[in-house]
């Protein structure tokens, strides 16, 4: 493509390349033939992963790391139900290489049609159509809570996947897949 002169004020420029991008790795470079004057390129996407492909594992995840290192595990005490049947979720959630401070965030997932039981929920937790979430201080041994809850109908359904993730970092983050409910 044509670029302006490096002494033009110009709006943005905004190249589409989907096109010219295949799976797998891709590379794209921006680069002057004939300028050599500074240049500022942003590139921004979006993608897809199946979860087969991903790094999201199925009961438990860690994201290595020196200091923030994080592990989240996800266990659903049964995956095969009858309607209204409680289910219940235990979650352990630590920040390896604790030194004592962090806030961190775990999302955990529910299938569609769960109903949480709120007496099941020990602190002031926030629960979503698809997910309970867990506010929760970094902890040598980290920490351990659960909740329960049923789905209301008949369903074969994937829960919505779970995240444990740095509060004020959600770059760095832990995902486990979601996992297959069968509700008969």
Not at 9 to 22: K, S
Not at 80 to 99: A, H, T, Y
Not at 150 to 178: F, G, K
Request: hydrophobic share 35%; proline share 9%; net charge negative.
């Amino acid at each position: 493509m044509e670029l302006p002169p490096a002494t033009a004020v110009v709006a943005p420029i905004i190249v589409e390349l989907g096109e010219h991008l295949t799976t797998g790795l891709n590379k794209v470079q921006v680069a002057r033939t004939e300028n050599p004057s500074p240049i500022n390129a942003v590139a921004i996407s979006s993608y897809y992963v199946p979860w087969g492909g991903s790094s999201g594992r199925t009961e438990e995840e860690f994201l290595a790391g020196d200091t923030r290192a994080l592990r989240l595990r996800v266990n659903y005490d049964s995956t095969d139900l009858r309607v209204n049947q409680w289910v219940r979720c235990q979650v352990e959630v630590e920040r390896i290489g604790f030194k004592g401070y962090g806030v961190m965030q775990a999302e955990i997932g529910l299938p569609p049609g769960a109903q949480v039981d709120p007496n099941s929920l020990t602190r002031p937790d926030d629960v979503q159509p698809d997910r309970v979430v867990f506010y929760t201080s970094a902890q040598p041994g980290g920490s351990r809570f659960e909740f329960r809850f049923r789905v209301r109908y008949p369903i074969e359904a994937l829960t919505a996947p779970s995240i444990l993730y740095d509060y004020y970092n959600p770059e760095s983050c832990a995902t486990v897949a979601p996992v297959r409910l069968t509700v008969r």
